[in-house]
């Protein structure tokens, strides 16, 4: 093919996006404009992106190689940029015969290193009206407890381990870092490319304390000029909107990233059952069906990002400032017995960043990466009224027909506007080198460290001198070793870790010295270091099945929260409160994706065993004690879960999308002790307030050209299935205790969405909990029940 004339002044870009027959991201396909002169080529990256720039208009044929598979296309430039997207062929798009990708997805190349981790993609989930704790919660493994509706505090559960033993990470960086009024719920799945979940062994690059597991959120890194907004709106008055701009450069580099976000919801959902109940002025208990009341929502926030990508410099540098605020009501305390009024908290926060990224650095396969953040944060809790209310929202009345006052004068405690100031650095950076394409070892860093004072704008003036400061600094080091044997049968990944913490307390308080009383600071400090290491291997049978084994001796540092406690919570102070430690064992294997003609099918399933010390949980309680509003976290000695999950996956043609996946574990601490470390009693029961046994079920078909042509319409349904458990310490079934059994579970969901011809235009519609089941997680606190939302996302490529 010839060239077609060119415009001696004028270049242009090229870019898009590579796919597997199955729709999945292809990584490091090397994307080259064979019929040039000039070398114009590219790599795709995690996302399956490429872009070649400087381009004249022209012909040109395009070449796609991996390994030894070769594609070609054909690109035409007539005086604009072009987007081009591919979708790589295999030999089962020719021949009938059984075969694997020959260009291996991002989703599949990740889930066969050795790790057991999940790769969830959120291309259908950005069109709907689905928040990324919902597609979490579907996923493998995976369980979300959260403590009501939207803006509800949010526990991450995998194969048995739970709370702050699970890392979140957003491209890497702790979500700690970013403060509560900037969490998962505010990152719609459209600004999401993929979410790997690590489940046990997590690997040395995200250098942090994740004793059971990590979910790592990846942003879309696409720095093409475009702009993408939604709104939904839905029952309980919610309201939801996101928006995405980005603008590139056509020479230099530059760009500039902006977006926001807003949530608003009532919360105002039925509730019912055993623990919704009104004390008539008799003693009487009246059982009813109510909406919640005092558990209104919302959040907003923005996102600022200015730098140069893909410049001699640099890869990638950038500084950015993030600014978020939250409000938050409170509904009731641990448990859902005795509702509050006029109970809420407020969150602000304000982030500055900055990033480097730069691969080859000095010398040949030398990478470096590093991302600093400072945080200011500052959290209120206003909790200033003094009568009781019961479930009708009403005033609790006595005999006579009085109001009943607070017995501690407010509604958790004693009146407070509490004001919690944090600040909070962090940094993150690593150095790795790659020999060649088979072997390469990594240094990595992260320096966490933040301070924190309270006080109450009621303390009166002499109270406002006796402030107590609280600090905490962790460092945690990991070095790496990676390595591919046998034409990448065989693929190992050997680490170590550093683990070091320090905490510092300062309580002021008052002592008599030669008659006089005077301010005095007592200090109180402690100091943590360990060292701990572990290796995943996986070993390709042949090229559909792949052998899965992980190993970590690991250990997981406790936070700000759990040693300081935090009012806003519910969680009192415990300063003596130790790591945890954990051995971690996965065994398991991925079978495909297979591709028989027009069928592709996929499984996967993996073995667990942790086997922790130390393990770090909320006060475990004997009774559902209604006065107990508050507990501390405490450490289990010994715990041991075992389990296994699996997943299966079925895709015909583009059309029907077939998924089906459980997880069992058995979570058991052996001995309880009291507080001088002597035995009470031996027993063998199940850690409370903790699913054991999940399972999902999700459809999708896709209908092309219905009402339009080249349109596209969607239908979803999903099922989800969790087992009864307890929500309190049961030594045994006659304790007297079966009423504080969770019930067993089985919640479903249906949608559509309509994706109109040119793509930028998608209408989603959404029905959660159709059959309105009660719906819980922690504590027997009841979630929304049947809900409804309509959501709509438009995008503008073309400028």
Known sequence: MEKAGREVSATYTVSGYLKDHNGYSSANVAVILSNTSEEFKA???????????GVPSGSYIIELRKDNHIEYGEVIINGEDVVQNFQIKNKGDYELSEVLLNVESVK??????????????????????????????RSVGVKIRQGGGLGSSVDYNLNGMSGNSIQIFIDGIPLSSYGSSFDLSSISPSMIERIDVYKGVVPAELAFDALGGAINVILKDDFRTQINASVSYGSFNTFQSNFNAVYQAENSGF?????????????????????????????????????????????????????????????????????????????HGAYMTIPYKGRFMEAQAGIVNLTYEKSDLFIKGLDLNFHGIYNERKRTINDTVTWTYNWSGELSRDRKGDPIPSQRGAQQGAPTIANIYRDIYSFRGGLTYSFNNNHKIGLHHVLYHISREQNDELWNGIRKNFIETRELEKNISSFSYESRWFNDKLKANIFGKYYQQKTRQMDPGVETIDGQEVRVEEYFSNNFAYTGYGMALSYLVNSGIAILGSAEKALRLPTDNEIFGDVGENVAENSGLEPEQSNNYNLGFKIGPYKIAEHSVSLYASGFLRDTRGMIVREPQMTLNDAQQTAPFVNLRGTESKGFDAELNYIFKDNLNLLVNLSKFNTRMSTKYDS??????????????????TANASARYSFKNVFQKESLLNIYYNYAFVDSFYNVWVVNKRSGLENSMVPEQHIQDVGLSYVFPKKNLVVSFDANNVFNKQAYDNFAVQKPGRAFYLKLNYSINKF
Do not use: M
Request: glycine fraction near 8%; charge should be negative; hydrophobic fraction near 30%.
């Open 676 to 693: 001088n470390g002597k035995v009470l009693f031996n027993y063998n029961v199940q850690i409370p307030s903790e699913p054991f046994f």
């Open 108 to 137: 599949s190349e990740i889930e066969k290193k050795g790790f057991a981790v999940n790769v969830i993609e959120t291309e259908e989930a950005a069109v709907r009206n689905i928040q990324t704790n919902e597609l979490l919660n």
């Open 255 to 331: 760009f500039v990233k902006a977006s926001g976000f807003y949530n608003h919801s009532d919360n105002d959902y039925e509730v019912w059952g055993r623990n919704v109940y009104n004390i008539q002025p008799n003693g009487r208990y009246e059982y009813v069906r109510v909406k919640r009341f005092n558990d209104e929502y919302s959040s907003r926030g923005g996102i600022l990002e200015a730098g140069f990508k893909k410049v001699n410099w640099a890869d990638k540098f950038s500084v950015g400032y993030t600014a978020s605020d939250s409000y938050n009501e409170i509904q």
């Open 43 to 53: 790599t795709s990256n995690y996302s399956g992106y490429y872009e070649i720039s």
